[in-house]
Each structure stands twice: as C-alpha cells, then as structure tokens.
C-alpha cells in the first residue's frame, strides 16, 4: 500500500475500462494486460469503478471481483482508488471495508444517486460516512449522473475532515472547478484536484490542478502522462501540440455512437482493436457497437496514428 496522505496525489489516474465476458464475468486475463499496459505507459495511479468502468450497472459479486483482481494485479505499484459510489451508505461502507481488505490505498464517492439531496443534507451525509471508512476518500462531482453538485463552500466545510484528500471533478466547467479549488484551499492547501474531463485536464494543471482521471489513457497512457507533465513543465509549445491529438481522440472515438453512451462504447470498442482487453462487451443496459460503428474505430485508430 501507499500512503496518500503524505502528499497530493497527482498526475493521470486512470479510470479503468472494465474488462467482461458478460454481466456477471470479468474478464481477469484482460484486466491483467490492460493494469500492466497503464503502468508500462508511466500513469501515475489507478481508479477502479468509477463512471468508466461501468461501476453502478455491476453487481456487487462483480463489483468486489474488479477490487480484488485489481489489488492482487497492481501489487503494489501503484496507488489505487476504489469507487464506493452507492445509494446505500451501508454497501458503500461495506465496498470500502473490501477495499481495505484487499489493498487498495484509497477510495472515491459520488453523492448517493437516487434522491438528490440538498447541500446541507449532502455535507452531513459525508460527514456521517467518511469517520465509518477504513482508508482516504476523494469526493467525486459528476452531476450529470448524479443530479448534485458538490457546491464550492460543501467542498469547503468537508476539506477539513482530515481524511478527505481531495476532489474529482467531471463537471467539465472550468469556473466551478477554479471556485472549488479556491474554497478548499484556504481550508486545507494540499487538497488534490483532479479532473474528468480529458479535454481541459491541460489547462486546469497549468492553473493548479493536480492531475486528470482520463479515459482516454485506457488506450494511450503515454500521450496522456506526455500532457500532464508538458503542462506540469509550462512547456506551452508541446502541451499545444498534444492537445490537438487528445482533440482528436475525443471528436472521433467517443463522438461515433449516437447516443450519450457513445464515449463508452467508442472507448472499449477501441482498446479491444487495440489488443489491450480481449472483448468490448458492455454492461447492461448498454450494448457494444454493430458493425458500422466499428468499423468507424478502426478508421479513427488509423488517424490518429500513434
């Protein structure tokens, strides 16, 4: 295990595609090559269940599974993250206990997803939870799927907690994430935050940001350490320069399908074309693309030619 707390987390933090036969099998062989392809390509840490890795359309047997193959493959190498995100406090308790059990070094939460809850009720929800976890917590902003934001002075009031190290956010609103940023470190100066969004990871580093949790280094993990660290650097001139391929990645892969789960569909379609997982199967209730959509991936892999 690595302990977190000493100093932000940063750098790119995967989000791991979930590698499946079928709605109840990982996939171990491929879970296995790809963990090893993000540690051979210099990513910095590895988030498991999160939005990417399709962790709310799994069962909690595949769940666990995810967390303890992914513990036992990492071994070590890496920090890992564990997604707790639940509507049930209990199971999410439960979820970070397994994760403690098997090695994990942290853990992330999104708000409970199914009641939206109000910004007082949703501090004293993390406020309950966070003293019962085992390991560090990162909060995790997506409301697009959830239905909450986490507001700036929320962020704020939870930072003091010594075990919240930090926030990711999937926003993709660079203003709330320079107002979350702002709050939370006059409250704690070392509280790490990360981005969802690919696309403005960049930019967001070069203003203090700690890092990206990118999908897209689930295929290319190389281009996307390249990114954070020409950013980390201030090297201006190249971080331009790899922007335009991360552009290309996401006006291609993930903008093929014609509905809003086209970026997972595009992403797994790609990594299995690329060889990292065997299979591109999509947990339900999602399907992997038809042929045509396909073979449009194989056009975008050609052009980007990495």
């Known amino acids: ?31 296995e090559r790809l963990i090893n392809h993000l540690i051979d390509g210099g990513v910095h840490g590895l988030f498991v269940l999160g939005t990417t890795g399709e962790a709310q359309s799994l069962s909690y047997k595949v769940r666990e599974t995810m967390i303890r193959e992914s513990c036992r493959i990492n071994a070590g ?12 406090i209990v199971e999410s308790v439960r979820l970070a206990h397994v994760a403690k059990e098997c090695g994990a070094d942290g853990l992330v939460s999104a708000p409970p ?30 409301p697009s799927h959830v239905k909450v934001n986490f507001a700036p002075e929320t962020v704020a009031r939870l930072a003091k907690m010594p075990q919240v190290l930090g926030l990711k956010d999937s926003s993709a609103n660079a203003v709330y994430f320079q ?16 981005c969802g969004p690919e696309e403005m990871t960049g930019e967001l580093v ?26 980390k650097d201030h090297d201006i001139e190249k ?18 399908g014609r509905h809003g789960s086209s970026y997972l569909k595009g992403l ?18 999602f399907y992997k693309f038809d042929q045509p959509e396909r073979d449009k991936v194989t056009i975008a892999l050609a052009k980007l030619k990495m």
């Open 77 to 88: 190498r890496l920090p890992i993250l564990i997604c707790i995100t639940d509507t049930s």
């Open 239 to 256: 971080l331009i320069s790899l922007q335009k391929r991360i552009m290309q990645i996401s006006t291609s892969i993930y903008t093929i």
């Open 113 to 142: 997803y199914y009641f939206a809850t109000g910004q007082p009720e949703l501090a004293q929800f993390y406020e309950e939870l966070v003293p019962q976890l085992p390991l560090p917590i990162f909060l995790y902003n997506m």
């Open 179 to 194: 107002s979350v940023m702002h709050a939370a470190r006059k409250v704690n100066p070392n509280f790490a935050m990360l």
């Open 206 to 231: 070069l203003l203090g940001a700690n890092g990206g949790v990118n999908g897209g280094a689930n295929m290319f993990p190389e281009l996307y350490v390249a990114m954070y660290n020409a950013a």
């Open 1 to 31: 295990m690595t302990d977190i707390t000493k100093k932000p987390l940063s750098g790119i933090i995967p989000p791991l595609v979930t590698p499946l036969l079928d709605n109840e099998t990982v996939d171990i062989e491929s879970l």
């Open 268 to 285: 797994k379609c790609a990594c299995q074309q690329l060889g990292i997982i065997n299979d591109d199967f999509v947990a339900s209730p």
